[in-house]
């Protein structure tokens, strides 16, 4: 499965929350034998991680640009995109016309995560039904008490409460992915989901690093450990195809 990857959808820069410069995270992911990758910082609500407003986030996009235009003819490009909240009612956390400009679109809740279940089902399936989203991000949002850096172990959390079956669902009937987020302190969806959730018909899945440093776009390799555990076949992983191909698959969605 690592070997069919060919991009990583969701990555982390200093822009938000990250730890190195957006140069820094496009270069090692080129270096990683990548042909693109989708820069994805935190929307205006995440304010903790320093969610880009609007205006940031129309800046980073003039700089993606200028990037790429000094990568042409190198085979590898940088794709726009963003790690949208998902707001209580379902909707997102920027505006529609500018996620309707970017190239990909990974959405997910990191807020009121005890929410109850039918609550939750329901902003979850209300945010995979809009056009904008392409991927939904970490589902569970559970953290496991695993240290990513030198500093700290974060605190275990458990997993949020839904209706894996009706998000699953509203998943494949809109055409979306499921991300696998292959950080050690997620590892989400946990592995009886993941299970669950390969048995769903026409299913797709984004398996993400969620990187926010260089060295973490490395665990692409935990994602794709419990993908082939899962049984799960690479054509059914959205970033095992072409940026074309990609492209083309949330440019189906309405952009
Ligand atoms: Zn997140
Ligand atoms: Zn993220």
């Not at 929307?43 to 986030?57: H, M, W």
């Not at 209300?126 to 500093?151: F, M, Q, Y």
Request: aromatic residues 4%; contains cysteine; charged residues 25%.
């Amino acid at each position: 499965m690592r070997n069919a990857l060919r991009g990583d959808c969701h990555v982390h820069t200093d822009w938000s929350d990250g730890g190195d410069t957006l140069p820094a995270m496009i270069a090692a992911a080129a270096q990683a034998g990548h042909d693109y990758v989708v820069i994805t910082d935190h929307s205006p609500r995440l304010k903790v991680a320093n969610g880009l407003t609007a205006a940031r986030l129309r800046q980073q996009l003039e700089v993606i640009q200028a990037v790429n235009d000094s990568l042409a003819g190198t085979g590898f490009r940088v794709l726009r995109g963003i790690e949208v909240d998902i707001l209580v009612d379902g909707s997102l956390d920027q505006s529609p016309e500018l996620l309707a400009e970017l190239d990909v679109v990974v959405g997910s809740v990191h807020s009121e995560l005890r929410m109850d279940k039918g609550a939750m089902t329901r902003r979850m399936v209300k945010a995979l039904e809009n056009p904008h989203l392409d991927i939904l991000g970490h589902c569970t949002g559970r953290k496991l008490p695993v240290a990513t850096d030198a500093s700290h172990a974060t605190r275990r959390r458990p997993p949020s409460s839904f209706d894996a079956d009706a998000v699953f669902e509203a998943v494949a009937a809109n055409s979306k992915a499921l991300e696998i987020n292959c950080r050690p302190d997620r590892l989400d969806p946990p592995s009886t989901m993941l299970r669950k959730a390969t048995r769903v018909d026409g299913l797709l899945f984004a398996i993400d690093s969620d990187a926010h440093a260089v060295a973490q776009l490395d665990w692409l390799s935990y994602g794709c450990e419990r993908a082939e555990a899962a049984g799960l076949e690479p054509e059914r992983v959205v970033n095992t195809w072409s940026a074309e191909e990609l492209l083309d698959w949330a440019a189906s969605h309405g952009g």
